[in-house]
Each structure stands twice: as structure tokens, then as C-alpha cells.
């Protein structure tokens, strides 16, 4: 018990020796100081305490086998999804002040840029759709067979089910969380669908909220079920296979035209992380023939503005380390939570093989290669007197082996990781997804729409040919996020022993840039960014109202309020911001020179 409450208190929320009361006030460094210190590793563990409290639960059951036992008719019974409902006497007193001290954290500022903005004349407007990202959607087990009964409609991911199953029934729950390694679909007799509805993303676990705060905004000023919709996905499936099982890209189509013909406006649609790669594969999807076959005009018709939150088109770094060697420090930042219970119960081998037999995850590795990353000598965001470029994304330490490892830049680590891994995965890679890019209008226009692979990569595509749509790119800038990874030499770089300082900037960001040529904009859709600076409350768990955190911005005031801005009608008014350096590294990325 007495480990457990250093847990709680230690080193995690406040550096060593800092209480709540004597902690050093924040100061807010301007951004390109920020980004330029090394990173705090400890601060990643800064998640929910309603987290912190579910995984304290489980690590009492996991160090004690004999309570397991004790305790596993009991929990088979009782819905630990209520658990915050139902907290036994005899908790330890600290568990329940995490609990009300979460119930205080999720109230700071509810419903409160509704308030003001429903005060101010705004109302409901468009009807509005949201795309959901990575591994924040529950997913709920369908099958009858005997092994999943015990599961029959609860979530084996997003849930405390799932941290239950994780320490109590691991084998089975990873049989169940896997897809078949040749048909990236469910193994024979297991049955996993994403959870529907708006229960499907509002929260990840009891306390933990990804979308609710958006959902209370927008209920504020006149949104229910019948004008918004989650359109929520199993993102563990290649986009092709989202359509194949799940008819995903139909139905999403069919409630739009619906929308549009009910209301008689154009929906909103807003897309976080990787539901942006989504929809930017469903606009094109949607137009081609033999797919949607909606036709050239087809997002012309139906989509008024696009929302793009945090979007990783050009893939994120952190994708890279997650599928080499089941790294997740900062993967961690797609959803502390889940990720957390990962780390904590499942060893690297087992995580790599997880995230390996999920390729919506790998839809999420890097584009472009070199000449958006950099080469061993060069990066568009390497700094004056930088000694070791960023272009190495994946660097090895000097040891005195024999075998000395040049260090790889991001076209060489594409290429080592598919090398390296099983052919039943570099297959599915290589089918599914494209990381090349587009040098001339004729590839871009003739050869790629009609390649499916290609349909993930701004590099390669176009937007929809839309004159009239809106597309506004909101995200943070100012958090440290990877960018190269130290590995130690081993057989495999499965032990990264050290992260590389960070730097935000090019982590797709660069590429709203890209959207100004007439390339891979041809309707010349407007396009405005506007950027968050990360200043995170140091007291608040999840950063507070201004943190620029990648899911926890989506609790953030100033992005509350633009979206409903747009969705009811305003979106004009919003004025570009820029604070980073952005244009200057885009400018530095060969690929937007027209030829
Ligand atoms: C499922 O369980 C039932 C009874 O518990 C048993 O009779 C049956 O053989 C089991 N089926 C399989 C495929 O294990
Ligand atoms: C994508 O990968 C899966 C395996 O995960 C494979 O079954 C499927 O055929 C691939 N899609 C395409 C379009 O090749
Ligand atoms: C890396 O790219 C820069 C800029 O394009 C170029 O000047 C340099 O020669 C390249 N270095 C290598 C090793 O290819
Ligand atoms: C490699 O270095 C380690 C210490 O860093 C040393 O113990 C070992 O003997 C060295 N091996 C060889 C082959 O030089
Ligand atoms: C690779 O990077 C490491 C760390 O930055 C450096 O010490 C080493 O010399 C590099 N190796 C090569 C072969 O350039
Ligand atoms: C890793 O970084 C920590 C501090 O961030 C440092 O104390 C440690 O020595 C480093 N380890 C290696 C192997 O470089
Ligand atoms: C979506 O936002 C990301 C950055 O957050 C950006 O890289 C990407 O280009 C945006 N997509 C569009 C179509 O604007």
C-alpha cells in the first residue's frame, strides 16, 4: 500500500520535493524556447486520475495472484464501467478523493463556451459529423463463441473491461484484440465492432473524455442526435478493409446525403488525428468510380467546411517506433490511457506483434521520405549549429561490436523496418498504403486518383475538386513531440534507450503549406490554419484549457469555440493564426516548388 501512494503523489504530477503548495509557479517559455529543451518523460504519465486510480485497482489484483482469485467471481459480476458509481467502503481514502477531485477536473469549465457563444446569437446551423481518432473509439466483442462470451457487448478496448481482461485474462484478450495476420479482419470465431453512437468516443474509460466537452459545447447551442453524428471506426482495419467488413465509407456517404436532403444545408465535418487521414481517403473514395461513385462534384454538393484537428496526414514519427519495436512513450500521446494499461501489462515484443497485426495503425507511418524528413546530413527544421541532424531519424549508439549501424534516415527506416519484419506485414503495407510523393500535376491527377493505395497521402493526391468547400487546420504548437529515436545496438533496435530532443514543427504540420498550389488543391478550396500555443496548466491533469496536448485539445476553450463557430454558420469570421515557424520549414521542403 505504502508504493501504491508514492505512485499516486510521487515524482508524477510535480517535480520531486514540490507539493500542490509550494510548486513553482508555471512560466510559459515563448514557443521556440519550449521546443528546444529536452522533453520530461515523467510528464507523459500525467493522465487521468480516474486513470491513475482504475490501473492502481488493477496492479492490486496483479501483484497479489491470491486476491485474484478471491475476487474474480465477484468482478465477473459487477460492471467495473460504473466503478466510479459504486466505490466499495473500504477503498483507501486517497482513491476516493482522486475521484472527486476527477468529477471537479471534468466540471472546470463545462458547457461554458456554449454559454457564451449561445448568449451572443450563435446557434446550431450545419449539421455536423464527427471522425473520431486512433484508438480513442471503443470496441465492443460481438461473438457467441464460447471464449468470448464473457465479453458479449462489452469493450475490450476503451474500458475498464478491458484493463480487467488485460491483468486477468491476457491470452484471451489478445486473441480477441488481433486481427488475422493475411486477411486484416477478425481471426476465425472472434467478432470485434466499434462501438456506435455518441457513447462511442466521448469518453475512452469512466472520467477519461475525449469528445464530451465538444459534445456539451455544441449541445449548448442546439445540437442533439438529430443534427451530429459520431461516425465512429475500427481504426485497427486497413482503410480498404473498413469498407469491405464494415461498408464504413458507404454508410458515412449515405448519412451526409441524408443530412444534406433532411436539412437542406451542408454538414460540418470534424476530424481528429487520424480521422483526418479517414476523411481525406473518403473524399476520394466517395468521387471514384467503382467505389462511392458520387461523382466529380460529389464534396462540392455535400460537404460545406472540413475541420481538421491535429490532423497527421504526412504520418507521425511516433507511428514509426510503435510498429518497430512496440516503443510507446509518445504514441502515448494519441491516448495516454489505453496506452498506458499497454505498457504497463504487455511486454515490447507483445505490443510490436499487437500494433503489427493492426494496419490502421500503420496508415499512420511517415510520408515522403527524405524530402520531408531530411537526409543523414540535412533536415528543413534542423537549427543553426545543430551537430546531428534530424534527418536521422533513427539513430544507433556507437558500441564496440564489430557491426557499426549507420544511422538511418527516414526512407532508410521505412525500408529496415519492412526488411525486418515478417513478409505477411510488409505485404500488407506495401498494399494498402503509398509513402511516395507526387512531382508533376499529370501523377497527381491521372495515375493516383485511381490508386486507392495513394488515397492516404496528401503527397501524392489532390483534395477534392471543391470550390466552395471550407477546410480549417486547428492544432497545437509548442509541445514537445519526437522526432528521431536512439536506439542501443542489439540483435533487433528493440531497446530504444534514449529520445532525441524534440521539435513540433514538422510533424505534418509543415504540409497546410502544400494546400496553396493548385496541384493538390484544384478548386481552390480555402484553406485556414490556425494554431494553439500548448500552455498547459501545471494543476490541471489534462492540461487545463489552453494545452494544446494531442487529445486533450479537444477539451480546449479556443477550439470549443471555433467549432461552433463554423457549425453554426461563422466560420468566415475566424482569422488565420500563425505563431510557428512553419512556412519557413515548409518552404525548405522541396516537394511544394512547382516544376
Ligand atoms: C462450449 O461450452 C459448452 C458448455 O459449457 C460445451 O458443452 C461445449 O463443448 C463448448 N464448445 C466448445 C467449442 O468448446
Ligand atoms: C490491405 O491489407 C490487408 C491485410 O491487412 C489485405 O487483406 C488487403 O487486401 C489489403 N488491401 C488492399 C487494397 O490490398
Ligand atoms: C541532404 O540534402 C541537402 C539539401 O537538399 C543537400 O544539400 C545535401 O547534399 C544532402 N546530403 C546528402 C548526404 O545527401
Ligand atoms: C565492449 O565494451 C564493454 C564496456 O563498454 C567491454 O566490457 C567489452 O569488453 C567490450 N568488448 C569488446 C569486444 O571490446
Ligand atoms: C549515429 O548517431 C549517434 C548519436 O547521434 C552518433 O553518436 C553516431 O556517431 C552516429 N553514427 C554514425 C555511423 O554516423
Ligand atoms: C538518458 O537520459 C537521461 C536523462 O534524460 C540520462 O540520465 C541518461 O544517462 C541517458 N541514458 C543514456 C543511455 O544516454
Ligand atoms: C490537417 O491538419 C494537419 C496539421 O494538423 C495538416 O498537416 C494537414 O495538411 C491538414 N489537412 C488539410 C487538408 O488541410
Not at 340 to 350: A, D, V
Request: with cysteine; charged share 25%.
Amino acid at each position: 500500500m505504502f508504493s501504491l501512494r508514492r505512485r499516486l503523489v510521487g515524482g508524477d504530477l510535480l517535480p520531486r520535493g514540490q507539493t500542490p503548495e509550494n510548486a513553482e509557479p508555471v512560466r510559459l517559455a515563448p514557443i521556440s524556447k519550449i521546443s528546444t529543451k529536452p522533453r520530461k518523460g515523467l510528464k507523459r504519465l500525467i493522465f487521468s486520475l480516474g486513470g491513475l486510480f482504475g490501473i492502481i485497482m488493477a496492479g492490486i489484483f496483479a501483484n497479489h495472484n491470491d486476491v485474484i482469485n478471491i475476487n474474480l467471481d465477484l468482478l465477473s459480476d459487477l460492471n467495473l464501467d460504473s466503478f466510479f458509481d459504486v466505490i466499495p467502503a473500504g477503498i483507501p481514502k486517497e482513491a476516493r478523493d482522486i475521484s472527486q477531485q476527477e468529477r471537479a477536473a471534468i466540471n472546470f469549465d463545462s458547457f461554458s463556451v456554449g454559454l457564451h457563444l449561445y448568449s451572443q446569437g450563435f446557434r446550431a446551423h450545419h449539421p455536423v459529423v464527427m471522425i473520431p481518432g486512433v484508438i480513442s473509439t471503443g470496441l465492443e466483442s460481438w461473438g457467441t463463441e464460447n471464449k468470448s462470451r464473457l465479453y458479449f457487448r462489452k469493450r475490450l478496448w476503451g474500458s475498464w473491461t478491458m484493463m480487467r481482461a488485460l491483468v486477468m485474462d491476457r491470452e484471451s484478450w489478445k486473441r480477441h484484440i488481433v486481427l488475422d495476420k493475411h486477411t486484416g479482419l477478425d481471426p476465425p470465431g472472434i467478432k470485434l465492432r466499434a462501438a456506435q453512437g455518441f457513447d462511442a468516443a466521448d469518453f475512452f474509460v469512466t472520467g477519461y473524455w475525449i469528445w464530451s466537452k465538444i459534445l456539451e459545447n455544441l449541445a449548448t447551442i442546439g445540437y442533439d442526435p438529430t443534427n451530429s453524428f459520431t461516425a465512429a471506426y475500427d481504426w485497427r482495419l486497413s482503410y480498404s478493409n473498413l469498407e469491405v467488413r464494415d461498408h464504413y465509407f458507404t454508410r458515412l456517404k449515405v448519412y451526409i446525403e441524408t443530412s444534406v436532403r433532411i436539412s437542406g444545408k451542408k454538414p460540418v465535418l470534424v476530424s481528429h488525428s487520424m480521422g483526418s487521414q479517414v476523411l481525406f481517403y473518403f473524399f476520394h473514395w466517395v468521387e471514384a468510380e467503382g467505389h462511392g461513385g458520387g461523382g466529380p462534384d460529389w464534396v462540392e454538393k455535400h460537404v460545406d467546411s472540413w475541420i481538421n484537428i491535429s490532423g497527421c496526414m504526412l504520418g507521425a514519427t511516433k507511428g514509426l517506433p510503435a510498429v518497430l519495436s512496440g516503443e510507446m512513450k509518445d504514441t502515448a500521446q494519441l491516448n495516454a490511457f489505453a496506452v498506458y494499461g499497454l505498457e504497463k501489462f504487455l511486454s515490447r515484443e507483445e505490443r510490436t506483434d499487437i500494433f503489427r497485426a493492426m494496419p490502421g495503425i500503420s496508415s499512420m507511418l511517415p510520408k515522403g521520405g527524405d524530402a520531408v524528413w531530411g537526409n543523414n546530413t540535412w533536415a528543413p527544421d534542423d537549427r543553426f549549429g545543430q551537430e546531428i541532424s534530424y534527418g536521422n531519424i533513427i539513430n544507433f549508439k556507437e558500441s564496440n561490436s564489430t557491426r557499426s549501424e549507420k544511422n538511418l534516415t527516414m526512407r532508410e527506416s521505412m525500408d529496415y523496418l519492412l526488411e525486418s519484419s515478417d513478409s505477411w506485414y510488409k505485404d500488407a503495407v506495401l498494399a494498402n498504403y503509398s509513402h511516395g510523393i507526387a512531382h508533376t500535376e499529370r501523377d497527381v491527377e491521372k495515375k493516383n486518383e485511381r490508386d486507392p493505395r495513394k488515397w492516404t497521402n496528401p503527397l501524392e493526391t489532390r483534395l477534392p475538386n471543391a470550390p466552395s468547400l471550407k477546410i480549417y487546420c486547428f492544432y497545437g504548437v509548442g509541445k514537445q513531440t519526437e522526432r528521431s529515436y536512439f536506439y542501443r545496438e542489439e540483435q533487433t533496435p528493440s531497446r530504444k534507450s534514449n529520445m532525441s530532443i524534440d521539435t513540433t514543427v514538422i510533424n505534418g504540420e509543415v504540409f497546410s503549406e502544400g494546400w496553396k498550389l493548385k496541384r493538390f488543391n484544384p478548386g481552390g478550396s480555402k484553406v485556414k490554419i490556425f494554431e494553439m500555443p500548448h500552455e498547459p496548466d501545471r494543476f490541471s491533469p489534462r492540461g487545463g484549457p489552453n494545452t494544446g496536448d494531442h487529445v486533450d485539445i479537444l477539451g480546449r476553450q479556443s477550439l470549443n469555440d471555433l467549432i461552433l463557430r463554423v457549425a453554426s454558420g461563422k466560420g468566415d469570421l475566424i482569422e488565420e493564426t500563425v505563431v510557428s515557424n512553419i512556412r519557413e520549414y515548409s518552404d525548405r521542403v522541396q516537394i511544394f516548388e512547382e516544376p
